[in-house]
């Protein structure tokens, strides 16, 4: 531990939601912690930063299960301090705007532990942002407040001074006011706010599944009517509300208010999901494959050992490159060990896996079928060739077939193995019954048939979305298992495959509109 003093509290700010919009020092400082105290509302995708060593503690409300007190919390920080832990309190939003920060912050006061506050970006301004809604503007406001919406205004000992509020900023941001909606329109008409003042109320701002409801103080009541709107929500009341017709964004991208499956496995899975939510999307992770070492290295480390005799190494996946890296390294070689050796890589994305080890492919193909690639290779000598083939356990034959064809002496070696995913998350087999996912995408047949034995067979859960496979060896096997495909990417990417469902959509709009 490079540790300079033992034991600190920070007081950190998540943000509202969108994982992006924690701070640089925020993230920093979580990923140092080995203490970590969250609230709800937070993105698990920020808890994964936390190092796997850290203890989570989660102090957020459950139903029906005991909820823990503040006093309890204010404890539990004082104690793993004094044991000498680094404790991060991450709370949403900023953690001085409505969150107890400051009462947190005082019990360490009084119990000498030493602290800092990392400020966050609090969805009083965030979420009115994400829906195109600055709180001030000029022409429009010059002054904005935030109020808790949680007091009841009727009552007499309520700290919340209508008369002077109501009228006293151009714009107001309630916090946890869904609940009192009613009380405070009122209360604004009633102190001087005309009816006609445009209102939004916007759930779930920076999520995926943000919505937003506008009107005037005098029909919002009646717009939400029928429709549950319920908490996180954030009222803003004001002139600024109207320009959100020009200025939002967010709910305008183009795969906004989509889910989308993604079956890759969990380490693989991020860039796929990054490019989907820059586009909108909800990605949903359903990890169909998880990636393993091979149970036995002998055949592996012995080809390692004599890069040298081959002619060609043709890597046909991204773990391939990996696992052989990996591996080289374990033997003590490294990239001078495939000098002389000539590097094919199927397609661009193990392309880039081979260049981010230094080293470009000596070949592309401009097509991943068998036969292409071979002919490819063909094209630059292969008769009598050793050629190496580091692969997965599941491979099938066709390409060690077609090299062989055109007169290569083919080694296949199992660098690493594609094995079934334990479970699915229940939260993905929900949505699939609920006909909740838009598009599944599939970027190899190895996920394709794990995500099928997953669901047991039952491929009536994928019906009601749109099948997207990377290219055409993906999507045969999706149609050889009775599954109907919906979209081939003309591009065999990650990115290509993005392309492809953000075409399918757009055309659906067009087709929907036109
Ligand atoms: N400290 C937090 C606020 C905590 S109070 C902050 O600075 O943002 C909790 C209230 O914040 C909720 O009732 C809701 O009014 C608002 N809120 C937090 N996250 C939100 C979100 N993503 N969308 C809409 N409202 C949100």
New binding site residues.
């Given amino acids: 531990m490079n540790r300079v003093a033992a034991g600190k509290v920070y007081l950190v700010?998540a943000?509202?939601?969108?994982p992006g919009l924690i701070t640089v020092k925020g993230l920093e400082r979580l990923r140092q912690a080995e203490v970590v105290v969250y609230d709800r509302?937070l993105n698990p995708q920020l808890l994964r930063q936390i190092p796997a060593a850290a203890e989570l503690i989660y102090v957020g409300k459950r139903v029906g299960a005991h909820t823990i007190t503040q006093d309890e919390i204010n404890g539990l920080l004082v104690e793993r301090a004094k044991a000498g832990k680094t404790v991060v309190r991450l709370?949403?939003?900023?953690?001085?705007?409505?969150?107890r920060?400051g009462e947190e912050i005082l019990l360490l006061v009084e119990a000498g532990i030493p602290f800092e506050v990392v400020p966050?970006?609090?969805?009083?301004v965030?979420?009115p942002a994400y829906a195109g809604i600055p709180v001030t503007h000029r022409g429009y406001a010059s002054s904005f407040a935030v109020i808790?919406?949680?007091e009841d205004p009727t009552k007499p000992d309520s700290s919340i001074r209508w008369e002077h509020l109501a009228t006293a900023t151009d714009t107001q941001v309630?916090?946890?006011?869904?609940e009192n909606l009613p009380l405070i329109v009122e209360q604004l008409i009633a102190h001087g706010r005309p009816a006609s003042t445009p209102i939004a109320l916007?759930?779930?701002?920076?999520?995926p599944q943000?919505e937003t409801v506008e009107g005037t103080l005098a029909d919002i009541l009646q717009r939400l009517e029928g429709q549950p709107f319920g908490?996180?929500?954030?009222?803003v009341v004001g002139e600024v509300v109207r320009l959100r017709e020009q200025l939002r964004w967010f709910d305008r991208r183009p795969l906004f208010g989509k889910t989308v499956l993604v079956t890759r496995s969990r380490d693989q899975a991020s860039q796929l999901s990054q490019l989907l939510s820059d586009l909108g999307a909800k990605p949903v992770e359903a990890p169909a494959i998880e990636i393993r070492e091979p149970e036995d290295y002998g055949p592996l480390d012995a080809t390692l050992q004599r890069l040298r005799d081959y002619g060609w190494v043709v890597f046909t996946s991204a773990n391939g490159v990996e696992a052989v890296w990996r591996r080289l390294k374990a033997l003590g070689l490294d990239a001078r060990d495939l000098a002389g050796v000539q590097l094919a890589a199927i397609g661009p994305a193990t392309a880039q896996a081979l260049e981010s080890h230094g080293i470009f492919a000596d070949l592309v193909p401009e097509q991943y079928l068998s036969q292409a690639v071979a002919e490819a290779l063909a094209q630059r000598g292969l008769s009598g060739v050793p050629v190496l083939l580091p692969r997965t356990d599941l491979a099938g034959e066709d390409l060690a077939g077609a090299l062989a064809q055109h007169g290569a002496q083919v080694d296949q070696v199992v660098a690493y193995r594609t094995v079934q995913a334990a479970t699915l998350e229940p939260e993905v087999g929900e949505l699939l019954r609920q006909g909740k996912v838009d598009f599944v995408t599939f970027a190899s047949s190895s996920t394709v048939k794990h995500l099928i034995a997953l669901l047991k067979g039952d491929i009536s859960l994928l019906s009601k979305c749109a099948t997207a496979c990377i290219g055409p060896v993906t999507a045969r096997t999706a149609r050889e298992l009775g599954l109907r495909v919906d979209i081939v990417a003309q591009e065999h990417t990650v990115p290509g495959l993005v392309r492809a469902v953000l075409e399918r959509s757009s055309g659906g709009e067009e087709a929907r509109w036109g």
Avoid: E, N, Y
């Avoid at 309630?174 to 869904?178: A, H, P, S, V």
């Avoid at 908490?231 to 009222?235: H, L, W």
């Fill in positions: 700010g943000g509202p939601g969108d509302l709370k949403g939003g900023d953690p001085f705007v409505f969150g920060g966050g970006v609090t969805s009083a965030a979420v808790t919406g949680h309630f916090l946890m006011g869904m916007v759930r779930w701002g920076t999520w943000q908490p996180p929500a954030v009222i």
